[in-house]
């Protein structure tokens, strides 16, 4: 008997069958359903179990001390190529408790996604990335900018390309059909390739081609394409942006549900803010920005094409309810760092004088020289409020990685997540928590097929994010937006701490989510 005590305690001890227990927290699992106390099990890079642990079978132990667990973020809808190869942390989007994003929305994505994807891998990432395959990066490379129906054997082309990127692993097919050139494209372009994306099992996401007068007709647009190429649709940061049908968004919402009831798969997505950003060239008609760059140049160097160009911007600003574009305020200017900050009326002051017609001027010499981005103040807060309630709504970003302290980008590439939080759980009661939270996990997740994240799950990826409801802040503002969100104390991608006690950790555990 002796000798067998010896040989035990010779023995070497039992390896630990977790890698990190999560102890003492408030699960809201993602599904809506009200929170509840579990502690959560992690083992290699997986949620391993859920319910009541022992902490001795853990390697480590976290105590959650009653803060909220809940899956990580899921942003469906960002802009990140050329950013994230510079910022590889995606630093603003994990300090924002992000654990995953997809791209290559508004018709815009890397042209090959297989090359992107190695590149990314070969970088090493702070969270997980998924593309759709853009139209505008397709009809781009096959057609150039012109403002024409394709051939028939340029839409071969396009349908072949959009199968490469679907075989890369593409969730689907985007459109941006108020950019160029997207918004020369028909209907029946869309659905051509569309189609291609569905037999590949994926969907079909789209900044469509008007979110104001017309919006009604460009759902229906949308719709038709998700019916007839039989694939769920997903349209972007749904809004109202025409100060003269603000309130409208109870109509649009009425026909996404009317949609739905006739059996199209449709959901939508917002950022809440009642501010959107894009390029200045929206602000031209669609017909002066044909054929790229210098075919724009050469159309405002004639003076009756520039003054036509200059009728139609004013009659358009008034179509949109405003006086001027003091609305309008630019977010990054490569070639003059000195305009960022600033609206185009305050612009236009300092260097031509008041008036329309100064601002418009401005407007062009802008775009003249290499363009810029800009932030609209075009929305408003009673429909930001309708959209946000909707059930079909999730919350994404429509931002990108940002460099720390570079330009004046719009602040949802900080503060997306914290400001729903802080702003419409907490201080206003528009959402219940755990409503929030689904808006910001299972929901997109089910939205783009990703079909093992969104949810706190025994099996899922161990993509969480623990955090104390009553003191989750976005501190990014429109004047001052480099600021991270405060109060996510530890989020974890794939099982790895990227943000441990509220600071980067410099992890880059982060993995490429290719359609199944």
Wanted: aromatic share 6%.
């Amino acid at each position: 008997m002796r000798r067998l005590f010896l040989l035990l305690a010779l023995w070497p001890p039992a390896p630990a069958q977790y890698d990190l227990i999560i102890r003492n927290a408030r699960v809201v699992d993602g599904t809506g359903n009200p929170w509840f106390r579990a502690d959560v099990a992690i083992r290699d890079g997986r949620i391993a179990a859920v319910g009541r642990l022992d902490p001795a079978a853990a390697t480590r132990v976290v105590d959650a001390a009653g803060r909220i667990l809940a899956p990580g973020f899921i942003d469906i809808h960002t802009h990140i190529e050329g950013a994230i190869e510079k910022v590889p942390g995606a630093d603003n989007y994990v300090m924002d408790g992000v654990t995953t994003v997809v791209t290559g929305n508004c018709g815009g994505s890397w042209p090959n996604l297989a090359e992107a994807f190695a590149r990314l891998e070969n970088i090493g990432i702070g969270l997980n990335v998924a593309s759709f395959i853009g139209h505008n990066t397709v009809r781009r490379r096959v057609m150039g900018a012109t403002n024409r129906a394709p051939t028939p054997e340029e839409l071969t082309r396009m349908q072949e390309l959009v199968e490469q990127g679907m075989r890369d692993g593409a969730l689907g097919l985007s459109t941006g059909l108020i950019y160029i050139p997207g918004a020369y494209a028909s209907t029946d372009e869309i659905i051509a390739l569309a189609r291609v994306a569905a037999r590949y099992g994926g969907i079909y996401a789209s900044h469509i081609r008007d979110e104001g007068a017309r919006a009604v007709e460009a759902i229906q647009e949308a719709v038709r394409v998700g019916r007839e190429a039989a694939l769920p649709v997903q349209i972007a940061h749904f809004k109202i942006d025409n100060r003269r049908l603000w309130g409208a968004s109870s109509r649009t919402l009425a026909l996404i549900e009317k949609s739905r009831r006739e059996g199209v798969d449709v959901t939508v997505d917002q950022y809440p803010y009642d501010r959107s950003s894009t390029g200045i060239t929206i602000l031209l008609p669609e017909w002066a920005l044909a054929d790229g760059q210098e075919k724009v140049k050469e159309r405002l160097a004639d003076p009756a094409t520039r003054n036509r160009i200059a009728r139609e911007m004013e009659r358009r600003l008034k179509a949109l309810g405003h006086k001027d574009y003091s609305y309008a305020m630019v977010a990054s200017c490569e070639f003059d760092r000195t305009l960022e900050g600033k609206t185009i009326d305050e612009i236009a002051r300092t260097r031509k004088g008041r008036g329309l017609r100064r601002q418009i001027e401005t407007i062009l010499e802008i775009v003249e020289k290499g363009g810029a981005q800009m932030v609209y103040h075009s929305m408003s807060e009673e429909d930001v409020v309708r959209i946000l309630r909707h059930p079909f709504t999730a919350v994404a970003s429509d931002g990108g990685v940002r460099e720390f302290g570079v330009g004046v980008p719009h602040p949802r590439s900080y503060g997306t997540r914290a400001r729903v939080l802080a702003e419409y759980v907490r201080r206003r009661g528009v959402l219940s928590l755990e409503d929030a939270v689904r808006k910001m996990t299972s929901l997109p997740a089910r939205c783009v097929r990703l079909r093992d994240r969104g949810l706190v799950r025994e099996g899922f990826a161990a993509d969480l994010v623990l955090f104390d409801p009553d003191r989750v802040q976005d501190r990014a503002t429109f004047r001052q937006p480099h600021q991270f969100s405060e109060g996510f104390d530890l989020v974890l991608v794939n099982g790895q701490a990227v943000v441990e006690n509220g600071k980067l950790t410099g992890a880059r555990p982060g993995r490429i989510l290719r359609r199944p």
